[in-house]
Nanobody, 128 residues
């Protein structure tokens, strides 16, 4: 059974950093696109960042470009999201997702949210 478990969320002051981790089990993640999504209360889910199976292709939403970095370690079946210069508007539940690309681009999957497997999410709160 495919499972995704996120960790690393918490409370951080504006300007601070956090690193989220998502560990996959029940499948070999090398062939899967992995992504991070977030949803704040009253807002639609946003595709924050996604990465191809090899790690060679990445996508970032405009709202996090230059501040967040996605990476993956296929040996550990884990994807990371390094978040720097956090701002209150980054407050949300962050979830990871996984799916095979089926000929779609990483960007398309991230923008559309075309993932069939989701984690439970981890809360990130940016506040002074």
């Amino acid at each position: 059974q495919l499972q995704l478990v996120e960790s690393g969320g918490g409370l951080v002051q504006p300007g601070g950093s956090l690193r989220l981790s998502c560990t996959a089990s029940g499948f070999t993640s090398d062939y899967y696109v992995l992504g991070w999504f977030r949803q704040a209360p009253g807002k639609e889910r946003e595709g924050v960042s996604c990465i191809s199976g090899s790690g060679g292709s990445t996508y970032y939403s405009d709202s996090v470009k230059g501040r967040f970095t996605i990476s993956r370690d296929n040996a550990k079946n884990t994807v990371y999201l390094q978040m720097n210069s956090l701002q209150p508007e980054d407050t949300a539940v962050y979830s990871c997702a996984a799916d095979r690309p089926f000929m779609a681009t990483v960007q398309r999957m991230c923008v559309k949210g075309d993932f069939g497997n989701w984690g439970q999410g981890t809360q990130v709160t940016v506040s002074s």
